[in-house]
């Protein structure tokens, strides 16, 4: 978490190899990630972005599919085992009635839970999101969030957002990183909370953190 | 799931195919029969020689190049507009057909302006191919050196305007100081034309066309991942700017090889992607580049069958055809569909 602008987007970038680091290395199991080639990357870090998809037909099933390139042969024929993967992933993300639809069809809820879907069918330990809530409404965000939550619960796998919902985020994440203009803090939200580590995310002159409600309020003057 | 959905579609196209590879051949100044045409393809017996003659010489020759120039025109249209993720995108966006309009403008053109540069004044069969091929390849290297050092494809496309533009700059200087004749030659050349090709050139054409060809098929992957952007393409394993260089190295290939032979032909590259992709509603590459092959071999064997005007002594130009009548059938199928795709 951090306010706009902090680097958050950037910060996925570059854990995720889409970007060379600005300064530093980046270690997957004591791995150098500029050591692993982007095929076996591709089989640890599964991504979802936040800028739109470009125009096209794809349906839903066929952009699902796309998640299993990384291990599919030179003409990308899906096996057997693709597709029990993809019809896992899209079990554990409940689109089983949108998958033949084409994606410009679907709401901005319905198609990050389908963007969610391919990035379970890509098989990573590790899936990274940015910001997978932007564009959607209350009730679509609590739906993504507790469908994350599930996931990390039934899959085990880690699951690395960035997001503007601090208050969400306090009750639901593990771990929190928090991006200052000059430092970084991290740690549990009740240890952030504690520690008064949320005070330091946005100028205290507006919004201020209360401790007893665990969550950000405005500053009524 | 995906293969029963779509062989009725290539069924029917495929048939059409054939029937309109024998209606085209039938097609042209002297009336052939078309027992006759059948038999002089097949070995049967033929009244008149002549009619052989024409049959396998010139005919089959044309239709031939019909099919493999609309195929490949239209693949490299289909690899562009994914690359470049841009509709508009067609096979002649880097400046392959600028750069060959180059080479035989410099050949035509310039022969009078640097004189004993070129040896004779008179165009062979040959010179007009390698002349083509050897602006493409100029200008190619040129936009291709400065992609290198650009990240955003966008820029590429942009560049490659930008060399067409200059190129048609130095093509407008040359045709200022050259002679009426030399500049019929040269607008007869940029007409395009499918025919007078000769069995040795068609197998030249039909072996780099082949290379091409065998190629796509490897790109096909990269493609179909190019179709979420770049950045989900790097995080799906693919070696996002190899997979650019080999389409962009395909497309020139494929582009300067038509281009030298036929000349500069409009049109098809551009629109039968969007012809395919409303045929069978799908941007599936693997569904996509067969279809737009054999939509595109159609679209062209049709306009020449045109251009030909059954029983008619005169050939209109294959460029002025493709436009005059794909523009119009492009703009209605848009207007009715309302929604273009990549």
Redesign the interface.
């Known amino acids: 978490m951090g306010e706009n602008g902090i680097g958050k987007s950037t910060l996925l ?1 570059t854990l ?3 970007q060379k680091p600005l300064s530093g290395t980046i270690f997957i199991h004591q791995k150098n990630i500029e050591k692993i ?7 640890q ?3 979802v ?1 936040t ?1 739109r ?6 349906t839903v099933y ?2 699902i599919a ?2 299993r ?2 291990y ?1 042969n ?3 024929k899906l096996s057997p085992v693709d597709i029990e993967k993809i019809a896992t992933a899209i079990r554990q993300t409940e689109i089983e009635h949108l998958i033949n639809n084409r994606f410009y069809e679907l709401s901005d809820g319905q198609l990050q839970r389908v963007l969610i879907a391919r990035a379970l069918a ?1 098989d990573t330990e590790m899936i990274i999101l940015d910001e997978p809530t932007a564009h959607l409404d209350m009730h679509q965000t609590l739906k993504i969030f507790s469908l994350l939550k599930k996931l990390v619960a039934t899959t085990q796998k880690t699951i690395i957002i960035s997001s503007h919902e601090v208050n969400l985020a306090i009750q639901l994440a593990d771990e929190i990183i928090l991006l200052t203009p000059n430092t970084l803090l991290t740690g549990t939200p009740k240890k952030l909370m504690e520690t008064n580590a949320f005070d330091t995310l946005f100028p205290k002159e507006l919004v201020n953190f209360n401790k007893t409600l665990q969550q950000f309020v405005i500053i009524k003057s | 799931m995906e293969k029963t959905k779509y062989t009725k579609q290539f069924l029917i196209l495929s048939v059409l195919l054939i029937i309109l590879f024998f209606l085209n051949i039938s097609f042209g100044s002297v009336s052939i029969p078309f027992k006759a045409i059948f038999n002089s393809i097949f070995g049967g017996n033929i009244t008149k020689e002549s009619w052989e003659t024409i049959v396998i010489h010139f005919r089959v020759p044309k239709a031939i190049i019909a099919v493999l120039v609309g195929s490949g025109l239209s693949i490299c249209g289909l690899l562009m507009q994914t690359l470049f993720k841009n509709p508009l995108a067609g096979p002649f966006v880097l400046g392959i057909s600028s750069g060959a309009s180059l080479g035989v403008a410099l050949l035509i053109l310039g022969s009078s302006l640097f004189g004993g540069f070129f040896l004779t004044n008179t165009v062979s069969n040959w010179s007009l191919p390698m002349a083509a091929s050897f602006g493409a390849i100029l200008v190619l290297s040129a936009v291709i050196t400065a992609a290198n050092k650009v990240r955003n494809t966008m820029s590429i496309l942009i560049i490659g305007l930008m060399f067409g533009s200059l190129t048609a700059a130095v093509i407008s200087v040359l045709t200022y100081f050259s002679e009426a004749t030399q500049i019929q030659q040269y607008l007869f050349w940029s007409f395009g034309s499918l025919g007078n090709l000769s069995w040795s050139e068609i197998t030249v054409f039909a072996i780099i066309y082949s290379i091409g060809l065998i190629g796509t098929l490897f790109v096909i992957k990269p493609l179909n991942s190019f179709l979420l952007g770049e950045d989900y393409a790097k995080s799906l394993g693919i070696n996002v700017k190899r997979s650019r260089h080999i389409i962009l190295l395909i497309t020139s290939i494929l582009t300067g090889v038509i281009t030298a032979f036929s000349g500069p032909i409009a049109f098809i590259g551009l629109a039968v992607p969007h012809i395919a992709r409303m045929l069978f509603s799908s941007s599936n590459h693997k569904i996509l580049l067969p279809a737009v092959a054999i939509i595109g071999a159609l679209v062209l064997l049709i306009c020449d069958s045109i251009a030909q005007l059954p029983t008619s002594e005169f050939t209109l130009p294959i460029n002025a055809i493709t436009s005059l009548f794909g523009a119009p059938i492009v703009i209605w199928l848009l207007v009715r569909k309302k929604k273009i795709f990549v």
């Open positions: 970038r995720s190899k889409v080639t982007e095929k076996a990357l591709s089989k870090v599964s991504l972005l800028a998809l470009p125009e096209s037909q794809l066929e952009l796309l998640g390139q990384p599919t030179w003409i990308d890509q």
